[in-house]
Each structure stands twice: as C-alpha cells, then as structure tokens.
C-alpha cells in the first residue's frame, strides 16, 4: 500500500512531442506528490509537485495532472525539447509520517 | 548548486574494506536523507535524519550506518563493502521532516574493487 508504481520504465519522444509519464498509487493518505528531475552524474531536483486540492498544476511547458479517484497522477512535457532527455521520478507523501515513497524512476530521451 | 555539499565525490576501496561518506545539508534545514542509486536504478532511500535523532529506516542493510552529528553534518559509515555496494550515495536535506522539497548533493561516487 506504500507503493508508487511508475510507467513507463523508458520512453524515447520525437523533439516537440508531448511526453506522459504515469504514476499510481494505493493510500489515500497520500497528499504530497512532487516530481523530481535527475541529470546523469547530478543528484535529482524537484521539477513541479501538487497537492490533491487541485487536479491540475502547470509550470511551463510541465504540468501535473492529478485524478483523486482513480489514485493516479501524471506528468506532461509539452514542446519536449533535447535537454529534457533525463531520468524522472514521482513520489507521494502523506502528513502522518512526512516520508517520501519514491516511483522506480522513467529514462526519457527526446531525439532531435 | 543545491548548497548541500558531500564529499568524497568518488571513491575506490576493495571488498571488505569501510569506507564512510559526508554530507553537509543545506544552511537552516534539519532533515539529512541518504539514498544509494545503481547503475541505472531508481533512488533506494537508505535513513533519515531529523536534527540529530534517526527519524526514518529504509532498506539500509545492517552493515551500514549513520549519524546526524550537533551541527548538522551526516555521515554514512559503509563497512565490509561487497562488490554491489558499488553505486552512486546521494545525500539530500529539508527544512522540516519530510513532504517539501528534498535538495540533492552532487553524490558519492563508490567502485569497490
């Protein structure tokens, strides 16, 4: 129940495409959801995170979709461009234990 | 530069050996993380710290260790290092106990041979 599961493992986006990556989980307590971006060799960074009060957070060419009832939230790269070729990483929270449970991380490469 | 800093950043040691890594947290926040990532691998959170007290375990195996020290700074202390130890140590720091941003180090590098 303390899971996130994270799809897809790698996804390979044509230089302005859209790129999606989905993220699901199980308890309901959960209501932090960051997004953390992870260049090779550097440590990763938070890119955009929501709370479940809204369904929909947009930074840039980011967005954060979120869907309460089916327990799921998504990532949107719009316009993807070659230097948003990294590694991904959703997370979830929840205020009785602070803790971040991490997703298993999407390799994604944007080809010119 | 996330300004927390972990040195060394690369590290050659031979199997059996210990080996221990540091990392300073950003200036003002109290929560020290230590995850191990793989070759390739997702993010693998080993502990937390949280102004000098263990707050949280993850999949720290018993050969490894951690403290939080008076002034902040962590250290992660690897003993009897087997070859699939090799990865890459991130330490991350927060104001508070957890759910806000985590800023990353730029990792530990370690090759055991």
Redesign the interface.
């Given at each position: 129940q303390q899971q996130v599961k994270q799809s897809p493992q790698s996804l390979i986006v044509q230089k302005g495409g859209i790129s999606i990556i989905n993220c699901a989980y199980e308890n309901t307590a959960f209501?932090?959801f960051?997004w953390y971006q992870q260049f090779p060799?550097?440590?990763?960074?938070?890119l955009i995170?929501i709370r479940p009060d809204v369904s929909e957070k947009k930074e840039g060419r980011f967005t954060i979709s979120f869907n309460k009832s089916a327990k799921q939230f998504s990532l949107h790269i719009m316009d993807s461009q070659p230097g948003d070729s990294a590694t991904y990483?959703c997370a979830a929270?929840?205020?009785s234990?602070?803790?971040?449970i991490?997703?298993?991380?999407t390799?994604l490469i944007i080809k010119p | 530069d996330s300004g927390v800093t972990q040195t060394p950043k690369h590290l050659i040691t031979a199997t059996g050996q210990r080996v221990t890594l540091r990392c300073s947290p950003r200036s003002g926040d109290l929560s020290v993380y230590w995850y191990q990532q793989s070759l390739d691998q997702g993010l693998q959170f080993l502990i937390q710290y949280y102004n000098g007290e263990e707050r949280a375990k993850g999949n720290i195996l018993e050969r490894f260790s951690a403290q939080q020290f008076p002034d902040l700074h962590s250290e992660l202390n690897l003993s009897s290092l087997e070859l699939g130890d090799s990865a890459l140590y991130f330490c991350a720091s927060s104001v508070g106990k957890g759910a806000e941003t985590q800023y990353f180090g730029p990792g530990t590098r370690l090759l055991v041979l």
């Open positions: 209501d932090y960051p060799g550097k440590g990763p960074a938070l995170a990483f929270s929840a205020r234990n602070y803790q971040l991490w997703g298993a991380g390799k | -």
